[in-house]
């Protein structure tokens, strides 16, 4: 008689095992390695064309990974370096389009007001397999279409390593 229970509780608790989800799941994310590479491969690009910036290289949640700066680009660039980092991961885009839609009289013209945002052109983010996992961000060359050149150009050299 005790064995019909046992075996309906046995029972339903397999069935619920089955429908259960996953507590965790895995995550890709940007390495140091890669985030350095990509840091050197922009800077070099702005420097080729005689332009002074700094890099920021942030992984998947928006923290720096890298930062670096040339020895003359101006004591502003690392932060907007970070914003433009920053901005590119957390909405999704390039801060080009970015800049354009929030412009002033833009629906999502108050986007601009929030803390770490910034935008100007010269922050990507940057994806593997369909999954976003970081963002660079570039600032001190004469526009934000040349930061983004230089950005593009970071991407591009861990391109082959992201696909994967």
Known sequence: MNARPALALALAALCGAGQAQQ??????????????????????????SGYQVAVAVTDRGGAPLVMLRDRLAGPHTPAAATGKAYTALTFKQDTLSFAR???????????????????AGGGRPIESAGSLVGAIGVSGAP?????????RAGIAEIADDLEL
């Open 23 to 48: 507590a965790t799941y895995p995550l890709r994310s940007l390495t140091p390695e890669a985030a350095l590479r990509a840091a050197r491969a922009a800077l070099a690009a702005c420097a080729s």
């Open 101 to 119: 839609a929030t412009q002033a009289g833009e629906a999502a013209s108050g986007l601009r007001q929030l803390p770490g945002v910034v935008a």
């Open 143 to 151: 526009g934000g279409d040349a930061d983004d050149l230089c950005a």
